[in-house]
Structures are given as C-alpha cells and as structure tokens.
C-alpha cells in the first residue's frame, strides 16, 4: 500500500492564481482532512470529509474548497491565492474522525504565494 | 475548538538525559493522542490514550494520562539523537486538533 500520496510536493503560485492540491490514499478510509501548518502555529484543520460526497468546514476553512466524489481522492483548491496561503499543506485519512482513531499523514505539499 | 497547550515550545538537551513535555487544556477528552513528526515529513502516531490516570510506554517513552483527562505528559528516558523531532499532542470529539508541538532537538 502507498498509504496517503500527496502532489505536488512543492509550488510556487503568483497571487491570485488558483491551483489544486491532490491527494489520495489506497487504505479505503472514510474519513479525510486536510490541514495546514505554519512555523508557531502548529496544525489547523482547513476542511474534512467523513465519506464520499459529504464535506465539512475545520478551523481555517476561507479560500479553500474541497470535494469528496470517491473514497480515495480529497482535492483541496485554492481559487485565488494569497501570500497568506503559503504554508505547508498535509492531508490525513482514518477509519474514523473521532479522537482514538489514528491519523495517517502524507509527506506534505510545501506551498508559496509570491 | 478544545484548545491544547504544549509546553514547552522548544527544548534542547544532550544524549542521555531525560525529559518531560507536557499538554494541557481546560477540556475533557475521551482520548488524546500523540504524534511525532521529523522535518518534510507529516506527523506519525505514537500512541493514543484513552483511560484517565493511564500510563503506556513505548520503550524509552512513558505517556501519561491526566486523572480528569484534561492533560496528558510525555516522558523521554535517556534521550538520543534519534528522538529529535516535533512532538504533537492531539484531541477532539469531531475533528482533531492538535497542540503547537514541543521542538525536540536532542545533541550527541
């Protein structure tokens, strides 16, 4: 199993472009979420889905959109970007959402809005 | 959001000494969690605490849970360079949230 991929691992974006960050996992989880973190910030949960079809907003969810068509994708959009974006982005699966169940993490895209 | 607090932000020691990171919070949870996370790379799990007063080790780590389990503290024997990392407590009844990390840098 590949567990949790993630692309690209780096981008440079110019303000107010808009791109996609890709991630999958092949471990049949239902449960996705995608975080960011920033030097002294730790972890923040930008948006999750608990399965196909369904999503929800987390702790920093403006200028992001998510979808959940399949089980193994969960794409994060960013649709006008900000310097305020740069961050290094980490997208997670688990059998469940709820405290207890473990988290499996990707390697993380490392992004920058010049 | 329940808010995790981590103390402290940054520690460095030398090889062999021990340490104590601590994370904290004004919330109950039904468990917590702790991850470690080396740099490029995402967090990896530890172990997950789910009884109050609980004490789990993982070889050299001793994890404990608070009685009213609204704190949890990690305990590292005889450190090595090895163990150097960010060290993330995490917890939540509906989405994870996690604490800002305890910086662990361990020097031989």
């Known amino acids: 199993n590949a567990g949790v991929t993630q692309t690209p691992k780096f981008q440079v974006l110019k303000t107010g472009q808009s791109m996609t960050l890709q991630c999958a996992q092949d471990m049949n989880h239902e449960y996705m979420s995608w975080y960011r973190q920033d030097p002294g910030m730790g972890l923040r949960l930008i948006h999750y889905?608990?399965?196909?079809?369904?999503?929800d907003q987390g702790e920093v969810p403006n200028g992001y959109n998510v979808s959940r068509s399949t089980t193994e994708d969960f794409p994060l959009r960013l649709l006008s970007a900000a310097p305020s974006q740069t961050s290094v982005y980490f997208c997670a699966s688990s059998t469940g959402g709820l405290s207890g169940d473990t988290q499996y993490f990707g390697p993380g895209t490392r992004l920058t809005v010049l | 959001t329940q808010l995790l607090e981590q103390s402290p932000q940054f520690l460095s020691i030398q090889e062999g000494e021990n340490l104590t990171v601590y994370c904290n919070s004004s919330?109950?949870?039904?468990?917590l969690q702790w991850y470690r996370q080396e740099p490029g790379e995402g967090p990896v799990l530890l172990v997950t605490?789910?009884?109050?007063?609980e004490v789990k080790k993982l070889k050299r780590l001793t994890f404990q849970f608070g009685d009213a389990r609204k704190d949890s503290s990690l305990h590292i024997t005889a450190a090595q360079p090895g163990d150097t990392g960010l060290y993330l407590c995490a917890g939540g009844d509906n989405a994870l949230n996690f604490g800002k990390g305890t910086s662990l840098l361990v020097t031989p």
């Open positions: 605490v789910v009884t109050g007063g």
């Open positions: 889905s608990v399965g196909a079809g369904i999503t």
């Open positions: 919330s109950v949870f039904s468990s």
